[in-house]
């Protein structure tokens, strides 16, 4: 863990932005450490910057949380998520969905749900390994503070930058696809 954004999720999250505007998206990659001084009150920050992002571009369709997973054993061991897509190691992604179900605001939350089944099949069908299987939540996770919104987990602490920002440019490349084919 560390506020280099040139060697932290930031960094994977600007992988991500740079394939997307290859496929001609126009992209806010917001390099905020959400999580620093704390993981408490992370959310809270995250919302209020994608509420002024949504008030400034009310055009904005897409709204991608990215993160990192936490894997650690009981007895303290830390797990990394990798493939091997064409002899690169590759960390695997998982797409999180949050919903209603915990009592949470969250009217829009099968919208996502729905996003987030193209996007797993899209990868399935691009890189067959890359998909950890995805995740729906009982927490809201903000994204009921507009459709299309979703938390990407990029691999795990466990693995290396460069197998973070490899799933990251696969998994842009099959999510572009996807949003190409909404914008038609």
Not at 23 to 45: E, K, M
Not at 70 to 88: E, N, P, Q, R, W
Not at 126 to 147: C, E, F
């Amino acid at each position: 863990r560390t506020t280099d954004c040139t060697h932290n999720v930031v960094k994977v999250g600007e992988e991500m932005a740079t394939v997307f505007r290859a496929h001609g998206f126009q992209v806010i990659h917001d390099p905020t450490l959400f999580d620093y001084p704390s993981y408490n009150g992370a959310y809270d920050r995250s919302k209020a910057a994608v509420e002024q992002w949504l008030a400034q571009y009310p055009t904005i369709k897409l709204v991608l949380d990215v993160h990192r997973d936490a894997l650690v054993g009981s007895d303290g061991t830390v797990y990394k998520v990798v493939t091997d897509i064409d002899g690169v190691k590759t960390a695997q992604v998982m797409l999180v969905v949050g919903s209603d179900a915990g009592g949470g605001d969250h009217p829009t939350w099968q919208a996502n749900l729905a996003l987030a089944a193209k996007l797993q099949k899209s990868l399935d069908t691009l890189y067959p390994t890359l998909a950890r299987p995805m995740t729906l939540r009982q927490s809201v996770y903000n994204q009921n503070l507009t459709p299309g919104a979703l938390l990407v987990e990029v691999g795990s602490h466990g693995n290396t930058l460069q197998e973070a920002l490899a799933g990251a440019r696969c998994f842009a490349r099959a999510a572009g696809m996807v949003f190409l084919s909404l914008k038609e």
